[in-house]
């Protein structure tokens, strides 16, 4: 998957109840904007390397690292070089 030459590129991985996986592709040099999930995630880098910038300290990630950020953390994002990663939602599982 390759990304937007102006903006990474989304691509849907997986989309259940209890959560969903999307997946994000960066040319070096993109970024995200500071922004927050309403639910749980957590993100793993598959290839590549990023900063996520988090509550002002940055945190780089590699292939094999994971990162979890609490709901409505805001953060943002920037590439270092090519990267692809996914964002692991964890959604709230409605018991009977």
Do not use: C, Y
């Amino acid at each position: 998957m390759q990304p937007f030459p102006a903006r990474p590129r989304t691509f849907k991985v997986l989309n259940t109840s209890s959560g969903k996986v999307v997946g994000f592709a960066f040319a070096a040099g993109q970024t995200l904007q500071e922004h927050a999930a309403r639910h749980p995630v957590l993100i793993q880098v598959l290839k590549g390397r990023v900063t996520f910038h988090v509550k002002g300290e940055d945190v780089e990630l590699v292939p094999g690292r994971i990162i979890h950020l609490t709901p409505m953390l805001r953060h943002s994002v920037e590439a270092h070089e090519d990267s692809i990663l996914t964002v692991t939602m964890l959604l709230p599982h409605n018991e009977s």
